[in-house]
């Protein structure tokens, strides 16, 4: 799509960008994760690990990135059991790693990943050994790449997907259920999935498909059939589209305007996934579940906002 421009006169995503560059996890010695939440003007910190909502001073992180900040992923990458924190750092062409420990995240290592990767990293087991690993849109070459431990070091593997279209977010799932994860690629008003199997990635029945505008996908179960479904907002637009188990025929279903956060999760119990949507343009949160058979799309309760 063309009206993505980067960084500087990105101006119609920068609320979107502040809720994710913004989050920077550190550690308490007992082990206890908090997440600072700072916006442009009023930083502040939340505690979000004893569930007393206590404030403090804000923090912050350097992290080498450059020419900034664009997005994040957190996992335990290296496997020592702290949870450590992957930032892009377009400029140099690498993803940083700060390792998490008893003292809180060290020193970003940088790890270069052989293209410009932007902007949305994901985490998932791509490389093996069933642990976590950063999904990266590399950006810079049409690629997906990954980065993660092999043979005891944090590197970015010598494979990569090779894209039809330009990549701005990689999302991991497992909608076939075979215990291998499987990507979804927001591209360039499209969407790719790609299954994993023994041999590496390919593309899944129909893949890409067509998406104008695609900004944010989310995964979760909506209908209540155990496997994995694909969601899809678009900037421009009221209508998310639906992979039904990460496969075509493509549904749209009628949201609200410019539906460009997305969550799946099952809100009231009932086993099928509720969708939820940031209304941008209207400023509310939509919420709409899908019948088992996704015959019928009821909408509400609804109407967070102002
Ligand atoms: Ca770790
Ligand atoms: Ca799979
Ligand atoms: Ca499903
Ligand atoms: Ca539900």
Redesign the pocket.
Known sequence: MTDRPLDSDWVGRKPLAWSLVSIVLFWLPGGAARAQVAGPSTPALYDVGNGRGRSRSPTSTATGARPHLHGLATGDFDVDGWPDVAVDSSKTREVRVLRGGPRGPAAAVPVPVGTMPYFRLGVGDVIGGKHPDVLVPGHGDNTVRAVGLERGLLRSPTWNIALQGQPWMVVACD?NRDGRDDLVVVESDAISVWRAGAGGFAPAPGSPFAVRGATEAAV??????????VAIGPWDGDEVTVL??GAGPARRIRVCERPIGLAIADLDGDGR?ELMATCATTNRLAVTSVSADHSRVASGPQGVGE
């Open positions: 909608p979760g179960d909506l209908d209540g059939d155990g496997a994995a479904d039904r188990g996934g």
